[in-house]
């Protein structure tokens, strides 16, 4: 702006020193060709004065000739006034004969003025020549030289008188020629005057209106772009093309509410990346809490299987005792009674009684003590079908559809396939006594990361939320015949192979229970696969 | 167009235009001379001068000097030419003139008949302040100094009251017998200047002239061809050149300022410069006794001169 401000400003001040320096070089001639036209009129007063000082040297020179006067001061005088008057023009034109100014305006002006020395030298020699005469003729007494002198300096004096009045007219006419000249001049300056400052006007309005134009076109942009970044919109800029200082704010501008942009995003995105953190954080909180909960949980559930495994050795191997003495003397009692005998049914009712309470004996002993465990290369799925084979052709299973997804290509895996299908055995039949009304069962075996996935599903009625917190614990049943220790021992075959079981409920939907197991093939751990959505229980 | 460059070429263009100015048509034409008016004075002391020469050349010579006396003594000297020897007479005694630069045999005549006084003269280059009387001729006349050969020729003489002019000739012809002088000679022509006597010489008008020494070789040395076509016959003894002489009824302190301020010209640049106009160097001093030489002149040929007539023009 300030390079456009400078650039209007000499532009302006150029064209008016242009004008103002026609118009002073106009006036500057004019000046000189008034003054020209001044010292013309000067000379012609001169000359005036010349020719009257001659008529009056003539007239003096008749009055003393005829007697009239002895006074010669005012003959004397005349002739002085006219040698310092001729001497002044001489000096004058002298002047100019070789004035290169005059030259430029007048082209035959030294042609002139020589012609006019020579006039003048011709006058200087008559005029020396006549006071020779004048001055002779005052003095003699030599009447006939008297007359002779007389007449030769009046012819003189009339002689020098028409060359006067010839170069007064030279005179008269050169000024009138500077006069046309320098009138012609003024009208011509006028015409450069007028015209010097309309333009100077007209330039400096339309250079007032561009640089105005060029001041408030970008400012106002500039405001625009301003008040949109103002307002959050970073993505526009301020579209100025000019390389002044306002071009250059604007581009600073943009610099800036670019770099206002790019901060703001990386505020964003850092917000958002705390924001994924946090979520991550809570989740693996979550995560975290929940394993410390299911440890916790295991814990005590190991604690009190513990506890009871203990409690049932013990129980177990005191009651073995008393219970197969009853069932001895049972069994002997019937066998010596007849079988119309009236207690002989009573003894068979204490019979069976004796034998569900050394079963459950035997149970609670096979869970304080656990079977030997024999791990061998294992297929699953072969399993799955081989205790499927045990149960489907019970009638509870006509109205249960059963279906297999099983994965062909499951891992084998190292682990004891009579304890694995025990396990599978219980799950499958908690389903089907979940399905009284029938539904589907469903078995699904898939690969995962570190080894296999096994789900039981079945559509029953489902599990309570009281009751899945209990599923696992020993003794814990829902059922009139149940020992409660069924998925007790299956979560801890499940443990013992290294694996996880985990079940999910809901009423409407029925109940799925997943087994994960390590599969020896893989290296590691089996670690802990997600169980998505479903509660890990134990 | 960057604004650099358009200043340079704006920068530029103001330079030559400038330069265009200053050296087209502004030359201004020679200055007119307004001279200052002269200051009136109160008292006016008119001094006459004789045509002894061109009178206009007198009053260019004068006129240095009476403007030089103007300013220092403040009263307004006024130069008066007066178109004959004879006429001075008329107005040292109407009192027309205060003082004169008296020819010699003026001086003697009218110091008989009036009271002046002489106060001082010019002294030329060389401290020349006498002139001689000479007697000329063009050499192709073949005249020489004996006067005899001058007999029934014409002569130019300037005025009967001049040293030079007249007393000289005649007293020099009647030295050497000769004492009907207008006889002598076929005409006489009283010139009235003695640069118009040594011009009617050379024009061959007459054959012989009488004049000042002074005036012939000034005339001389400013015409070449005059100077190669002359020659002197007789030279008289010295006597004291043209002196200012005043009316002694003049009161004496003007006397005296006069005096003392032509005795002083010298030293001043004004009076210098009065001084180169009169072609002196300085003033002296002009007493009474220097003009005896000249008396006794008159009195050889027998010139009363208490009673000698002052023979004005016409």
Redesign the interface.
Known sequence: MK??L??GL??V??IF??GA??V??NL??I??NQ??I??QD?IIGKYNEMLFQMKGAQAELFR?QA?YT?N??DL??Y??MF?ENMG?LS??YA??IH???CM??HTKIEERLTSLKGIFTEINTMIKDY??D???M?????EN?MRFLESAATQKGNTISGHLEKIRHAADKMRGEIKGKRNALINRSQIVIFSTIFLTIVFSLIIFIVLIRGITGPVNSLIKGIQRIASGDFSQKVELQTKDEIGFMAETFNGMAERLSTMIDEKDRLLRTLQDFNLELEKRVKEATDKLRLTQENMARAETLAAVGTLAAGISHEISTPLNTITGFVQLTLSSLDDTSAIKGDLRVIEQEALRCRKIVQGLLNFARPQKHEEKLTEINGIINETLSLIEYQPSMRKINIKRDLNEKLRPLDADPLQIKQVFLNLILNAIQAMQDGGELRIVTDNTGSGIMIEVSDTGTGISEGDMQKIFQPFYTTKKDGTGLGLSISYGIIKEHGGDIYARTSSDKGTVFRVLLPSLHNAGDPGTPSPDSLDKRG | MPAFKVITIAAQTTLSLMTMLLFSCSEKPADIINPEPKKIKERTLTIAILPEQNVFEQKKKYKPLAEYLSNALDVNVKIKLLDSYGSIYDEIRNRTIDGAFFGSFNYVLIKERADIEPLARPVETGDISVYKGIIFTRKDRKITGNVDSWKGRKIALVHEVTTAGYVFPRWYLKKYGINDFERHFSKIVFTGSHDAAILSVFKGQTDLGAAKDLIFRKLLSENPAIKNEMIILAESTAVPSNSLCVRSSLDRETKEALKNTLLSLHETKGGSMALQALNAVRFKETKDSEFDTLREMAIDLGIDIKTYPFRSRR
Do not use: P, Y
Not at chain 1, 138 to 142: E, L, P, R, S
């Open positions: 390079k456009r400078i650039s000499g532009l001040l150029f020193t242009i320096m026609v002073i070089k500057n001639t000046v000189v003054n020209l001044n010292e000067i003393h007697g002895r010669i001061e004397v005088n002739i002085g040698d002044f000096r004058q002047g100019h004035d290169v100014a430029q305006c006071k020779e004048v001055s002779i005052i003095t003699t007494d030599d030289q």
